[in-house]
């Protein structure tokens, strides 16, 4: 034993980066928070002391006949690596269970999956991401997850603590492998979320390399941040693991957005392939589209009391008409009883009754659903902006800074319409000598969602900033949060909304507004919005604001604003901004 030990300190093998990937280790520390993943005491920050106890535990657990407590079942990932380094004597452990999974597993290549922004869930609205591992079946639905999430219940978990905790650390994030098509079902099915698959350019070799490690990390615990070690940095680990000569996760410091996650992946050349896997709320509106205005009620109601005999005999409705009726009862029904608003028995009778009649149709061509901007062409997430502003008459020059992440006057491609959501957007100005902040937003959350025939969500927002935007004209912070509908077509969307808003010098109110967004060219987009405030002391405030972005590429973009405000002491003031807009 000591031979072998020796040689890994002469190779320095603890210094080698592929075992500190394997120990999650940056810089001589490890961020897995968990004891048992560690053999030594002070594993998680000696990876000296972490190997020479590595191998103590696989030497004696090589002429071992008990699998559930072995070393080397437990860490397969190690044992092959070290083996191959230090040529040390094979076990005669069959490691049953490990076995049994990576059979089911199959583990030949993998995939990305990013579903898209959930757009009335804060805590989804930045996307998501997590792997597939490609099985050699043909059916992908058979492949298996692999998911890092924080291991608490949003569904029963409050809103904002959920928020709160998870920006400093206040659950253990955990590693899962599950069916891909349980994964469908949650993020496409459940949350109304698109998915995009992202085809990497991995070895069965370097999949099974990952696979080993995965199977180390089950029912390991490690702190789970929102904007650090969130779900997407978890998966970079797991694609250096397969590929060690990659380094993903250096891209990140402070913040890691899970879009910003595919492009560095897509930069590192390992994409080769994407596809597109609409959600139940993109097949439902399109079947909004298909079906006559005249009949669309009708799903709903094949819904709630099924009387499919009277339907299949209305002379007046077309076959063509029938089958896209039907076809669109049956997934409204399966919608419900994902999102759990229709009981089990109910859902089984009434499924049976829709397909069987269906079946009686015929055969039709599937529907055909077009393909949105794949999230790649879409604008990076830090924002650097240089401008120019006139108001009443006064110039000013402006500067600007925003870490993350998205806009509503932004360039749309690849993003879902109606949404924003911004952190520490910092505006600046310099005119006469003089500097001065215009705004400092801590969040603000904009999910505009249009209402149709088959779903009715509200759309809502809500701001924390310091701006300039009262009618003092002064420095104040600003919080308010509202809710309101929105409507729209291919060509853009109409809101209406009111917002509660309260000021830090105590002036507070009812902000009611209309806006308008034109969205239809991928050139340009308008967002019009006027409003009227209601103050606590009976004073009133109206406000016109009308901005045009011109998208230069997908991270360039001029935009040219204008303001107009009546404020309490009947003055008016209006200003004219041109921006330039960078995002890297």
Known sequence: MDSYIN?????????????????????????IDDANFFFSKDGAINPKSELISTLKAFYSDINSSDENSSSICRFPARYYWLKEKLDFPSSSLECKEYQKILKRVDPQSVTLVFPSAHINSPASMFGHTFLRINSSYNSRLLSYAINYAANADTKKE????????????????????????????????????????????????????????????KDTNSFYYFFTENCSYNMLWLLEIARDKLYLRDKFTYQVIPLETVYIIKNAGLIKKNSYRPSKRAVLLKYEKLIDKSYIDIPKKLNSKSKIYLFLDNQNISLEQKKYILEASVELLEYRYIKGQIKKDKYLTLFHQLTMARATLGQSSPISIKTPENPLKGHRAVRLEIGYKNKNKDSMALLGIRPAYHSIDDPQIGFMRGTQIEFLDILLSKSKDKFRLEKGTILSIISISQRDDFFKPLSWRTKFEFNRYNPNGKLEFLSTVGAGYSWGNNFGYLYTLVD?????????????????????????????EFARKFYNNSNTQNIMNISTGVNISNNKQLLFKYNYNS??????????????????
């Not at 309490?568 to 890297?584: E, G, P, V």
């Open 158 to 217: 409050n809103g904002v603590v959920f928020a709160i905790k998870g920006l400093i650390g206040g659950y253990y994030g955990l590693y899962s492998l599950l069916p891909y098509y349980d994964k469908l079902k949650e993020y496409r099915d459940t949350e109304q979320r698109d998915i995009w698959e992202y085809d990497l350019n991995l070895t069965p070799k370097e999949t099974l390399k990952m696979f080993r490690h995965i199977w180390e990390l």
């Open 567 to 584: 404020n309490i002491k009947n003055k008016t003031q209006d200003s004219s901004t041109i921006i330039f807009k960078y995002f890297f």
């Open 7 to 31: 040689k890994a300190i002469d190779l320095k093998l603890y210094n080698n980066r592929y075992w500190h990937l394997l120990l999650h280790m940056d810089n001589n520390i490890s961020e």
């Open 500 to 528: 509660p808003f309260y000021y830090s010098n105590n002036d507070y109110g009812i902000d009611s507004s209309i806006g308008i967004n034109i969205d239809k060219f991928n050139l340009f987009n308008i967002n019009m």
